[in-house]
Nanobody, 120 residues
Framework: QVQLVESGGGLVQAGGSLRLACAAS????????MGWFRQAPGKEREFVARSSWSGSNARFADAVKGRFTISSDIAKNTMYLQMNNLKPEDTAVYYC?????????????WGQGTQVTVSS
């Protein structure tokens, strides 16, 4: 089993930045990628970004390209989502995930989520 714990959410004004962290524990050797999904009120969960632990094969949703970056600290089993130039439409609960499939629709492991609120 793999456990994922997110941190770093909060309230920020439009144009601001936040960095989310996702710490993995347990059988982390069974994970080949990690990333993020988000779910806004009344909307379906959507893929945001994913990357392998080495940083290769990074993928981003069109809505966040050029604003969000993903990085990892292998020694800490932690992956980060740097979110810049945030917009009110980025407001959502952000979920860390591991072993995200190629379609970006599902994952093998999930965190509990962290709230990101962007005020206009």
């Amino acid at each position: 089993q793999v456990q994922l714990v997110e941190s770093g959410g909060g309230l920020v004004q439009a144009g601001g930045s936040l960095r989310l962290a996702c710490a993995a524990s347990g059988r982390t050797g069974n994970t080949w990628n990690m990333g993020w999904f988000r779910q806004a009120p009344g909307k379906e969960r959507e893929f945001v970004a994913r990357s392998s632990w080495s940083g290769s094969n990074a993928r981003f949703a069109d809505a966040v390209k050029g604003r969000f970056t993903i990085s990892s600290d292998i020694a800490k089993n932690t992956m980060y989502l740097q979110m810049n130039n945030l917009k009110p439409e980025d407001t959502a609960v952000y979920y860390c995930a591991a072993n995200i499939d190629s379609s970006g629709r599902s994952a093998g492991y999930w965190g509990q989520g962290t709230q990101v609120t962007v005020s206009s």
